[in-house]
């Protein structure tokens, strides 16, 4: 069974490669990834946070679940400001400037081509995940400052253990 690997675990900077088969495996790691996030409460999850460096990633918002495989924003519109966490920073939540309205364009776990044009919180969502397809993580929106505290909190969460 998978698990969520959890900052500042280097897996989560490591290069996500694309997605060329599309099978079951594929399919059964997309289910798979889907149990995690639902047991975690979360709402998306990408595959380097379960140790798999691909361009995959989950969302589930509003009770429909998005496949993200290969995605790629193609436009993005309007700012939202809001709270952001993350099942690999646990307790952590920011407030993070993202677009409004973004169209994503993707495939589905079958191969087949995708376009999702998403508003409010599901595109926040989007934007989170595909962040981390690309190595990129929550703190790095934040200031330096910010992300400061939150690396010496964590580090010294980790020495308690
Ligand atoms: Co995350």
């Not at 998978?2 to 490591?14: C, M, Q, W």
């Not at 997309?30 to 047991?39: Q, R």
């Not at 993707?106 to 926040?124: I, P």
């Amino acid at each position: 069974m998978l698990k969520i690997i959890k900052y500042p675990s280097p897996v989560l900077r490591f290069a996500n490669e694309l997605v060329t088969v599309f099978d079951d495996e594929l399919k059964e790691l997309v289910d798979e990834m889907t149990i995690i996030m639902t047991n975690s409460r979360g709402v998306g999850l990408a595959a380097p946070q379960v140790g798999i460096n691909k361009k995959i990633a989950i969302v589930n918002t509003d009770g429909k679940r998005y496949v993200l495989i290969n995605p790629r924003i193609i436009s993005a519109k309007g700012e939202q400001f809001g709270q952001e966490g993350c099942l690999s920073f646990p307790g952590i939540f920011e407030n993070i400037k993202r677009a409004e309205t973004v169209t994503v364009e993707c495939y589905d776990e079958t191969g087949e081509k995708q376009f999702y044009e998403v508003s409010g919180l599901t595109a926040r969502a989007f934007q989170h995940e595909i962040d981390h397809l690309d190595g990129k993580l929550l703190i790095d929106n934040l200031s330096t400052i910010k992300r400061d505290i939150i690396n010496r909190k964590i580090r010294k969460n980790s020495r308690g253990h």
